[in-house]
T-cell receptor, first 112, second 110 residues
Framework: EAQVTQNPRYLITVTGKKLTVTCSQNMNHEYMSWYRQDPGLGLRQIYY???????DKGDVPEGYKVSRKEKRNFPLILESPSPNQTSLYFCASSLNRADTQYFGPGTRLTVL | SQQGEEDPQALSIQEGENATMNCSYKTSINNLQWYRQNSGRGLVHLIL?????REKHSGRLRVTLDTSKKSSSLLITASRAADTASYFC??????????FGTGTRLQVTL
């Protein structure tokens, strides 16, 4: 089944404790991206990747890192999480940045 | 930055009625997409309409695009309780960047 998976689905952590949210897709998509969703603000793009080893900042990249060492995986790293990063995070993949996006199920992160 | 803005922000209708939501955007686009999100879950793609198209259908969905007014509408006919969700438009501009609006929350009651 074609899908995008994210782990963990729920995470509660404390300020400053490094964490990684994994994202994997099995559709051989070149384009992958991370979004955060906050009430009243819609989806905002954090980082995106056009292909392996090619990543770039989205609209809200501060406090986040990504890597794209393999085509299927695109982890999101929070080196030192802060409470303002409490949010619902989505990974998405597509053939290219303008095409239909396939979303993962989301990761609800709470930073205390 | 948000490109698309949906209107209304929230819509409540009864089962069997039609639901119409609108999306307005600011700059030229290559295509416009509509997505559905059930509460707290990932977005699901509904339909994509290109800038040279005026109308597209998919099942009970009808999407129109008016590039002169920089607006699109999504019509759901004969709505069902299962249509209850948030609906987002997303535009792709000349830089091929996909930008989402803030969404319309649709509530369909029995």
């Amino acid at each position: 089944e074609a899908q995008v998976t994210q782990n963990p689905r729920y995470l509660i952590t404390v300020t400053g404790k490094k964490l990684t949210v994994t994202c994997s897709q099995n559709m051989n998509h070149e384009y992958m991206s991370w979004y955060r969703q906050d009430p009243g603000l819609g989806l905002r793009q954090i980082y995106y990747s056009m292909n392996v080893e090619v990543t770039d900042k989205g609209d809200v990249p501060e406090g986040y890192k990504v890597s794209r060492k393999e085509k299927r995986n695109f982890p999101l790293i929070l080196e030192s999480p802060s409470p303002n990063q409490t949010s619902l995070y989505f990974c998405a993949s597509s053939l290219n940045r303008a095409d239909t996006q396939y979303f993962g199920p989301g990761t609800r992160l709470t930073v205390l | 930055s948000q490109q698309g803005e949906e209107d209304p922000q929230a819509l409540s209708i009864q089962e069997g009625e039609n639901a119409t939501m609108n999306c307005s955007y600011k700059t030229s686009i290559n295509n416009l997409q509509w997505y559905r999100q059930n509460s707290g879950r990932g977005l699901v793609h509904l339909i994509l309409i290109r800038s040279n198209e005026r109308e597209k259908h998919s099942g009970r969905l009808r999407v129109t695009l008016d590039t002169s007014k920089k607006s699109s509408s999504l019509l759901i006919t004969a709505s069902r309780a299962a249509d209850t969700a948030s609906y987002f438009c997303a535009t792709t501009g000349t830089a091929s960047k996909l930008t989402f609006g803030t969404g319309t929350r649709l509530q369909v009651t029995l």
